[in-house]
């Protein structure tokens, strides 16, 4: 059983860009072995290529997380390379937002199917595998719009309130398993998340309220190496954190 960060392998989906390519340098700079998912692989294989060379572990994996098949190949080939799964950062997301009366019902389908089901396709591949370890650690993204609703984010605050349901109900039926679960909700932090909003009033509106306030992605990569690196008899199960000059 491997403690701490220093050789855990870690499966990091959404590892493009933002919070989860953030994550993958950080902690494959701490001896972790990242291997990354997202549908964009270019970036991802330079992302590997680039940690390889400086003599880190990586491997990239062009995943698209709502396709269950390409998400569970995606564990396998952390297994096969690395032999193990200690991590699932279920982080890959969108958030186009909108009001619910400009009826933009094909991004509502879009947010259901990365940020909800997505998850749930990251945690039916991971979970076997840690069952049989008896050891793993599952760890999803939610939002500071998990936690409150504000009008034009209505369902992907939806999308994220039931990340942080099923976290909740994971972290109590895994138990058994010695299966640590964490649910993480960052605020606003400079991304390529906004760059999906297309309502460009709402976008240019979000932007110019992100800009002012937001920090950067490595602020998400802590929070998420606090709670990998904390002793395995210590489950993290929540961090929400925010800019200090958010509301
Ligand atoms: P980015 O847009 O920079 O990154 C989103 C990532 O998700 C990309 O790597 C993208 O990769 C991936 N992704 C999107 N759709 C899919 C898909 N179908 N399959 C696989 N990967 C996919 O935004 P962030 O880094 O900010 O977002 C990461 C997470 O953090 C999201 O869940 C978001 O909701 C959450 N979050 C972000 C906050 C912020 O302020 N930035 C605040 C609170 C939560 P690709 O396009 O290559 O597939």
Redesign the pocket.
């Known amino acids: 059983m491997t403690e701490g960060i220093k050789n855990k392998v870690v499966v990091i ?10 994550t993958a340098r950080h902690l494959a700079a701490k001896g972790a072995s990242v291997v990354l ?5 270019d ?2 294989h330079a992302l590997a290529e680039e940690l390889t060379a400086a003599g880190h572990k990586a491997k990239a994996v062009a ?5 269950r098949d ?1 998400v569970k190949d995606l564990v396998q080939a952390a297994i096969d390379t690395f032999g193990r799964i200690d991590v699932m950062l ?6 186009p937002l909108a009001p619910l009366e400009r009826l933009k019902i094909d991004e509502w389908d ?1 947010m259901i ?3 909800l089901k ?1 998850v749930l396709y990251g945690i039916a591949a991971a979970l076997p595998r840690m069952q049989a370890q008896k050891s793993g650690h599952i760890i999803n ?6 936690h409150v609703v504000d009008p034009g984010a209505t369902v ?1 605050c939806a ?2 309130h039931a990340v942080r349901a099923l976290s909740e109900g994971l972290r109590k039926e895994v138990k058994p398993y010695n299966i640590r679960t964490t649910v993480i ?12 909003i297309s309502e460009k009033d709402i976008q240019q509106g979000t932007r110019d309220f ?1 800009s002012k306030i ?1 920090v950067g ?1 490595d602020t ?1 990569a802590r929070a998420v190496a606090f709670a990998i690196n904390e002793p395995d008899d210590v489950d993290i199960n929540e961090i929400l954190f925010r800019p200090t000059a958010q509301p």
């Open positions: 989906t959404g590892a493009s860009s933002g919070l989860g390519e953030a998912g997202a549908r964009r692989a970036r991802i995943t698209d997380v709502t396709d390409q279920n982080n890959a997301g969108l958030m879009r199917d990365v940020n997505g993204v939610s939002s500071v719009y998990g992907y999308t994220k909700s960052p605020g606003a932090v400079s991304t390529e998340l906004l760059e999906h992100v937001a992605p998400f």
